[in-house]
């Protein structure tokens, strides 16, 4: 059972545009739900993160926007540079408990 | 700022052989996991270790897996007799407690079984 589902799985968005990663979890006991940024032969790196008490936060040019009725939360990277080409993953962890990661979106930005 | 190591960085082994990758977790953090990445897939739990010993641990953590806190500061994953499908990265990663604070990756070990 997949406990967090993320699309697209990749993604091509020109330099300046804005940058759109869904993901939709089923468990309501989740409590944290971060995204992380991974660049070829790198582990993940925290990039924001969210708990359900809030619909949005914002950090710079990235955005998570989070629909607790729905079960959704999705990431935003606006004006988006070719620097931000990676896989992003969301995650999804209740507090103390292991994190569930969705499949990955492999996003290029091309100039 | 603070990381996470490990090493090997890159081991090729044969099918059959046991290896053991290392982790040196940020040095406060009390909780401790390993998770894999299949090369191109999402990044998959294997198990979580608190107060020296396993929390959970995933359907893949099977019995050819075993961690190990031998001393204050490394933390080990060890895989008794390797197969073709254990290639992958095996990422350690380390947290200040259960508070839902920031989960710290190290860099990978690349695991090649031949």
């Known amino acids: 059972q997949q406990q967090v589902k993320q699309s697209p799985q990749s993604l091509i968005v020109q330099k300046g545009g804005i940058s759109i990663i869904n993901c939709a979890y089923e468990?309501?006991?989740?409590?944290?739900f971060p995204w992380y940024q991974q660049f070829p032969g790198k582990g993940p790196a925290l990039l924001i993160a969210?708990?359900?008490?809030?619909s949005e936060k914002k950090e710079g040019r990235f955005t998570i926007s989070f629909n607790k009725s729905a079960k959704q939360f999705s990431l935003h990277i606006m004006d988006s540079q070719p620097g931000d080409s990676a896989t992003y993953f969301c995650?999804?962890?209740?507090?103390?408990?292991?994190?569930?990661f969705g499949t990955g979106t492999s996003l290029t930005v091309i100039p | 700022e603070p990381e996470v190591t490990q090493t090997p960085s890159h081991q090729v082994t044969q099918m059959g052989q046991e290896v053991i990758l290392r982790c040196v977790p940020i040095?406060?953090?009390?909780?401790f996991y390993w998770y894999r990445q299949i090369l191109g897939q999402k990044v998959e739990f294997l198990v979580s270790?608190?107060?020296?010993?396993?929390?959970?641990k995933s359907e893949i953590f099977d019995d050819q897996f075993s961690v190990e806190r031998p001393d204050g500061s490394n933390f080990t994953l060890k895989i008794r007799s390797t197969k073709l499908e254990d290639s992958a990265m095996y990422f350690c990663?380390?947290?200040?407690?259960?508070?839902?604070?920031?989960?710290?990756f190290g860099e990978g070990s690349r695991l090649t079984v031949l």
């Open positions: 040095s406060n953090h009390l909780y």
């Open positions: 995650a999804a962890s209740i507090t103390g408990n292991q994190f569930y």
């Open positions: 969210i708990r359900p008490d809030v």
């Open positions: 468990n309501t006991a989740f409590d944290y």
């Open positions: 990663a380390s947290i200040t407690n259960g508070a839902g604070g920031e989960l710290f």
């Open positions: 270790f608190y107060n020296n010993e396993i929390s959970e």
